[in-house]
Nanobody, 119 residues
């Protein structure tokens, strides 16, 4: 079993930066792909970014491309989402998730961290 815990959310102004962290328990983190999702009030949850087990391959949604960067440190069992040039529309609860490569779904989820961007 893997437990994920996000941190780093908060209230910032438009144009500011935040770095979210996702700490994973257990020794299997390096075997898991990792992703960041977000859900804004009244909207469906959407994927923001994803990263392969080794960190070599990444994906970023068009809405955050060029502003957000996903990364990971397998030695620290931690994933990150660096968010720059934040916009009010980035306001949401951000979740990290992890899955095995042959899994058809995201197997593990964190509790989420609130990010609020004021204009």
């Amino acid at each position: 079993q893997v437990q994920l815990a996000e941190s780093g959310g908060g209230l910032v102004q438009a144009g500011d930066s935040l770095r979210l962290s996702c700490a994973a328990s257990g020794s299997t983190f390096s075997r898991l792909a990792m992703g960041w999702f977000r859900q804004a009030p009244g909207k469906e949850r959407e994927i923001v970014a994803a990263i392969s087990r080794s960190g070599v391959s990444t994906y970023h949604a068009d809405s955050v491309k060029g502003r957000f960067t996903i990364s990971r440190d397998n030695g620290k069992n931690t994933g990150y989402l660096q968010m720059n040039s934040l916009k009010p529309e980035d306001t949401a609860i951000y979740y990290c998730a992890a899955r095995f490569m042959d899994s058809g779904k995201w197997d593990y989820w964190g509790q989420g961290t609130q990010v609020t961007v004021s204009s």
